[in-house]
């Protein structure tokens, strides 16, 4: 998970996706990539490997990028690309596009060509996937 640099108010990239979604105009994206998230669940069940579950990733990625002209830009596809050419299997923007943060998914003895080769990126945050899902650490009762 790294940050891509660029930092947005993802309200003005998400309101020209509401309008192609209101209008019709990006339903089979929408379907496809619906059916590409039942697939990886599937997938993940089945405890498939990394790489089908990343190829998924860059499907639904690439349907993502068509559903308006702002979800990607030129930087952006360079990171990704720079990824996939360095061992990623996929990945994709996170949130409305933009800019913000970019997941990739590779395999363990690809991360370090990748984060060498993408030496634009300066803030890489570490994450796991745990098979207990989200929970809380800290709550705390007072009331300040």
């Known amino acids: 998970l790294a ?3 660029i930092s947005r108010y993802s309200v003005q990239f ?15 994206q929408l379907a496809e990539i619906h059916a590409l998230a039942k697939a990886a ?6 405890n498939a ?3 089908k579950l990343g190829s998924l ?3 639904s990625w690439q349907l993502k990028r068509r559903l308006t002209q702002t979800v990607s830009n030129a930087h952006i596809d360079d990171i990704y690309q720079t990824a996939r050419r360095h061992g990623a299997f996929g ?3 996170m949130g409305a596009g933009g800019g913000g943060f970019i997941l990739l998914m590779a395999p ?3 991360h370090t060509a990748i984060r060498e080769a993408l030496g634009q990126i300066k ?3 570490p994450y796991k996937i745990d098979p207990q899902g989200s929970q809380i650490l800290l709550h705390n009762d007072r009331e300040d």
């Open 91 to 93: 990945g994709k923007l």
């Open 57 to 59: 990733l860059n499907e």
């Open 108 to 110: 363990p003895h690809k």
């Open 123 to 125: 803030v890489w945050v």
């Open 41 to 46: 669940l599937e997938l993940f069940t089945k």
């Open 14 to 28: 998400a309101s020209e996706q509401i309008k192609n979604i209101v209008s019709g105009q990006s339903s089979s």
């Open 49 to 51: 490997s990394f790489e």
């Open 3 to 5: 940050f891509t640099g």
